[in-house]
């Protein structure tokens, strides 16, 4: 008896300190991103991506993360209407090539349990180029609606937007580009 005890602690041990990683698939009803962009040194311009899919494979033990986000770019809403053709237009997005945007992350750096850092990669228009997140806000708890465990993330970080192949009226409409991020993920059923 007491070596079956002895035997089951040591393998609850082991099979904790080896604890698979979780997964949690994206709410595109609770996730959005966004971007703010400088307009003729006059003005941030803004607009917003919806319908996000993606997943988080998050290993709270061993402070491990990966971040898998598609953005489809057809969602582009600047609430003006022949502005947002234009942005989808070959000028800017060029939506019918290229309908989606990803971001792929295998490094999370984590700081008091929590993501602090998403470095990962970013496809758009055909081009990836490294892209750094910094989480602004970060909780994971069961949603109050539905009981699930889910994260909630924020998170902010800049590109060029010429580096991708987006070059339409620089430098008037600027170079840098400031991205945000805010999304809800239940964990996987």
Known sequence: MKKTLLASLILSAVSAAYAAPLKYEIDPTHTTASYEVNHLGMSLQSGTFSQIKG???VD???KTAKVDVTIPTATLNSHLAKRDEHLKSADFFDVAKYPAMRFVSDKVIFTNGKP???DGKLTLLGVTKPVMLKV???AKQAN???GVETWGVN???QL???EFGMK???PGIADEVKLDIALEAPKAQ
């Open 155 to 157: 998170a902010t970080g």
């Open 168 to 170: 339409t009226y620089l």
């Open 144 to 146: 109050p609606m539905s």
């Open 160 to 162: 060029k937007r010429s």
């Open 60 to 62: 709270e033990a061993a």
């Open 136 to 138: 602004r806000f970060a």
């Open 55 to 57: 997943n988080l494979l």
């Open 116 to 118: 602090s850092v998403i």
